[in-house]
């Protein structure tokens, strides 16, 4: 999807550096909403076009974007407005499917399956879903988009006794959360860790990076309310297309009786 950049103006009379000016034109239809997140820029071309300045002067520009946070950059793709769980609540602490995510940012969320198997349990499976080894485990391997931006690979896993007919569910249509809560299974939270990796090569290959390129893991463990795993996962999120946001509060230090400030 692409989106264009209105009515620029940019003065060679102005004492503030061409690519300064062009960063802050872009970063200006960020805000008014012309660019939106997850949207793609025009191609270079375009853009030294309409700002008549030349493509290093742009690409400055664009490189500072990057390194604020605003753009995200993709190889062979092109520039794109960053994706971030900002402005509308602190992602992390609230528990929601990616299409939940999307929606409350006002994108569209599409799926591209990889694979969707059967598959016995392992041991480590096993222990971490509590069923027993061999029992019968629904692997479903999904690309996941915003607004046509690859954004991360998703990997779960699901005990199939618990969702017998998510083995036959359209998951480039349907969402995993939704199939749990129609199988009247309550999420009621997961235990994830997040750690930085290099994208290997398929990962690359997915998300439109170079095999290299930083991305961030989350490996999660949903659970229901009375802690039973319901399923797992991996997502592997574009290091440059997607930030994860959290606040953190100081409890109130408690000081020992008697003694004073």
């Known amino acids: 999807m692409s989106a264009g950049v209105q009515s620029p103006s940019i003065r060679i009379d102005y004492p503030e550096p061409l690519w300064i ?19 793609r820029l ?21 490189t500072r974007l990057v390194e604020d946070g605003a753009l995200s950059a993709s190889h062979g793709r092109g520039w794109y407005v960053a994706v971030t769980s900002a402005g509308s609540g602190d992602w992390p602490n609230n528990l929601e499917s990616f299409t939940e995510t999307a929606s409350r940012m006002g994108l569209v969320a599409t799926s591209r399956v990889l694979r969707a198997i059967t598959l016995p349990a ?28 690859p954004i991360a690979i998703d990997s779960s896993v699901i005990p199939l006794a ?7 569910t359209d998951f480039t249509r349907h969402s995993l959360y939704d199939t749990l809560a129609r199988a009247g299974l309550d999420l009621a939270r997961a235990d994830s860790t997040i750690e930085a990796r290099q994208a290997d090569a398929a990962v690359a290959a997915n998300l439109g990076l170079e095999i290299g390129r930083p991305i961030l893991a989350m490996h999660q463990l949903a659970l229901d309310s009375a802690d039973r795993p319901l399923f797992s996962s991996v997502i592997q999120y574009s290091g440059e297309r997607y930030r994860l946001r959290t606040s953190f509060a100081r409890s109130p230090r408690v000081r020992a009786p008697g003694v004073s400030r």
């Open 21 to 39: 000016q062009a960063m802050n034109l872009i970063k200006g239809e960020i805000a008014n909403g012309s660019l939106r997140e997850g949207m």
């Open 42 to 62: 025009p191609p270079e071309r375009a853009l030294c076009e309409k700002f008549n300045i030349s493509r290093v002067t742009l690409r400055k520009a664009l």
């Open 122 to 149: 392992t041991l480590d499976e096993a222990e971490e879903l509590a069923v027993a080894p061999g029992s019968p485990l629904f692997h479903l391997d999904r690309v996941r988009l915003l607004s046509g931006v």
């Open 162 to 168: 618990l969702v017998p007919e998510v083995a036959g």
